[in-house]
């Protein structure tokens, strides 16, 4: 049984850091794109950032670039957001998502084969 499972997430104030954690059973990462993404309450999920599966390519939205960064490590199957400079906006849970492909770059737009069941991040003071 694959499965993603996502930690890290907490309470910090605006300006604070955390950092994410996407961990990987049942399969190692050499073949899938992995893809952050976050749901706050009332709005549509969003597509945070992804990495491609060899780890040379990234992508960012808009909303975090410069903030946050997504790493992976495929020896260990886990993949690290950090998320620097939150703010309030950030608040949401964010999931974890993989999808087996060999492309050498990654989007946000496709669609993701596996999903984790998400951490929550609160930002406030």
């Known amino acids: 049984q694959l499965q993603l499972v996502e930690s890290g997430g907490g309470l910090v104030q605006p300006g604070g850091s955390l950092r994410l954690s996407c961990a990987a059973s049942?399969?190692?990462?050499?073949?899938?794109?992995i893809a952050w993404f976050r749901q706050a309450p009332g709005k549509e999920r969003e597509g945070v950032s992804c990495?491609?599966?060899?780890?040379?390519?990234?992508n960012y939205a808009d909303s975090v670039k410069g903030r946050f960064t997504i790493s992976r490590d495929n020896a260990k199957t886990t993949v690290l957001l950090q998320m620097n400079s939150l703010k309030p906006e950030d608040t949401a849970v964010y999931y974890c998502?993989?999808?087996?492909?060999?492309?050498?770059?990654?989007?946000?737009?496709?669609?993701?084969?596996?999903w984790g069941q998400g951490t929550q991040v609160t930002v406030s003071s």
């Open positions: 998502a993989a999808k087996v492909t060999r492309d050498i770059i990654c989007s946000n737009r496709w669609s993701y084969d596996y």
């Open positions: 049942g399969f190692t990462l050499e073949y899938y794109a």
């Open positions: 990495i491609s599966a060899s780890g040379g390519s990234t």
